[in-house]
């Protein structure tokens, strides 16, 4: 599973909006959520994630958790084969903790997704 954290001053406002506007290419929450979504799908070949949206935003401020939906465009590509496949429209599911007192949102990527392990080298 991936994981990451992001500090912003923002917590305390509604993490809805902010998810929204805090994903933007070139910004390095943006970058974080590729790396780690590009972790994810590497089982499938050499991922480059391509666009990106956010929705499906959910927050429960009671328990301060949350979670959104990741739409994506992704190129895979394998060297060995010298070959190239774009597929679109592909979804990660996320999950977040914002923590107030230290302004900081916790990311987790799905359980559920394919991880690769050291192991597999071998």
Same mark, same amino acid.
């Given at each position: 599973?991936?994981?990451?954290?992001?500090?912003?001053?923002? #917590?305390?406002?509604n &993490?809805?909006?902010?998810?929204?506007?805090?994903?933007? &290419? *070139?910004? /390095?929450?943006?970058?974080?959520?590729?790396s780690?979504?590009? $972790?994810?799908? $590497? &089982?499938? *070949?050499?991922?480059?994630? #391509? /666009?990106?949206?956010v929705?499906?935003?959910k927050?429960?401020?009671?328990?301060?958790? *949350?979670?959104?939906?990741?739409?994506?465009?992704?190129?895979?590509?394998? +060297?060995?084969?010298?070959?190239?496949?774009?597929?679109?429209?592909?979804t990660?599911?996320? #999950?977040?903790?914002?923590?107030?007192?230290? +302004?900081?949102? #916790?990311?987790? +990527?799905? &359980?559920?997704?394919?991880s /690769?392990?050291?192991?597999?080298?071998?």
């Amino acid at each position: 599973m991936e994981s990451f954290e992001i500090k912003t001053e923002d #917590t305390a406002n509604n &993490p809805e909006s902010l998810l929204a506007d805090l994903f933007h &290419p *070139g910004n /390095r929450a943006y970058e974080l959520l590729k790396s780690s979504i590009a $972790r994810e799908f $590497r &089982p499938n *070949g050499a991922p480059d994630v #391509t /666009r990106m949206t956010v929705d499906r935003i959910k927050y429960d401020s009671a328990t301060s958790k *949350g979670s959104f939906r990741v739409l994506l465009d992704i190129t895979y590509t394998f +060297g060995c084969e010298d070959l190239v496949t774009q597929k679109n429209n592909e979804t990660s599911e996320w #999950t977040f903790l914002v923590n107030t007192d230290s +302004g900081t949102i #916790t990311f987790s +990527g799905s &359980p559920y997704a394919d991880s /690769r392990s050291t192991a597999d080298e071998f």
